[in-house]
């Protein structure tokens, strides 16, 4: 979700990166959880209603979405977010019955103990299109391309460049007036992560930082518009976008993903065999 951001960044220490992987691992449940429920005829609301109840009775956990209200925005009136085919993200759980073919985002964020969990993961509802199908392989190996690059003295701009370049290189788009993000006490702390940019530009990277990062890649044109709601962003274009999200850790030799559960993908073949059985320990 866009909010305005902390002035400082603030590396976590390693007991606060214990309470991070807590908060990111019960965030990742909830999508396990909610997977075999997606399917056609279930509303966006009856989505939502099942990841508040398991999230509130089960875990314990705070939806962290319900009535966050940022400056300019009225407060979001849901606990997850769904954005459904040409919808880019933030989109408001209701009456929308998913139907076959469709593609849909379940964006999740959690607090527990005070300290946030946050991930998204693309479902397809029974069998999607070529186009769609391959739009959401595309963006899930654009968030890993980019999760790939982190260590410390890496910088933000790599990540960008390494998403943006996945995506063009294979004829999508990527939004640009949405973003990664630091993540902990706060739902949005610096650094802004920006899914598009130059190697070695940008904010530099050190042990110990913890971020999302979730592109946002269109099948059409990058332009976005926003709906009457005041927070579903939709493709200008009527395109399909597709997002994915993961909250890593920035360690002393690379990364540790802290939203990773047994129901997620697979870590594609690109992503370094070490760093790839840490992500999904």
């Not at 019960?26 to 997606?38: C, N, Q, R, S, Y």
């Not at 919808?87 to 076959?100: R, S």
């Not at 527990?112 to 299109?129: A, I, Q």
């Not at 592109?215 to 990058?222: C, E, F, I």
């Amino acid at each position: 979700m866009k909010a305005p951001f902390s002035v400082a960044i603030q590396p976590k220490t390693p007991a606060e990166a214990d309470k991070m992987r807590v908060a990111g691992r019960l965030a990742a449940e909830v999508l396990d959880f909610i997977t075999p429920h997606v399917k056609p005829g279930v509303t966006t609301g009856q989505l939502d209603k099942l990841c508040h109840d398991y999230m509130v009775d089960v875990q314990k956990t705070i939806p962290a979405p319900l009535n966050y209200a940022p400056p300019g925005h009225r407060p979001y009136p849901k606990s997850i977010c769904t954005s459904v085919n040409h919808q880019v993200c933030h989109g408001v759980p209701g009456d929308k019955v998913l139907k076959h073919g469709d593609i849909v985002n379940l964006d999740i964020t959690v607090i527990k103990d005070g300290w946030h969990g946050d991930t998204s993961r693309m479902f397809c509802v029974g069998e999607p299109s070529i186009q769609a199908k391959r739009l959401c392989d595309v963006t899930y190996e654009c968030m890993w391309k980019g999760i790939a690059q982190v260590r410390p003295g890496a910088t933000l701009g790599d990540i960008g460049h390494a998403v943006q370049r996945h995506a063009e290189a294979n004829g999508f788009t990527i939004v640009r007036e949405f973003c990664g993000h630091g993540i902990g006490q706060r739902f949005h702390e610096e650094p802004q992560v920006v899914h598009y940019g130059r190697p070695g530009q940008g904010i530099r990277i050190e042990q110990g930082m913890i971020f999302t990062i979730e592109p946002m890649v269109n099948a059409g044109k990058r332009d976005i518009r926003m709906l009457g709601d005041g927070w579903t962003v939709v493709t200008a274009d009527h395109s399909l976008s597709a997002q994915w999200e993961h909250t890593v850790l920035v360690t002393a030799d690379g990364f540790e993903v802290l939203t990773v559960s047994p129901g997620m993908p697979a870590v594609p073949a690109f992503v370094k065999p070490a760093n790839a059985l840490a992500a999904a320990s």
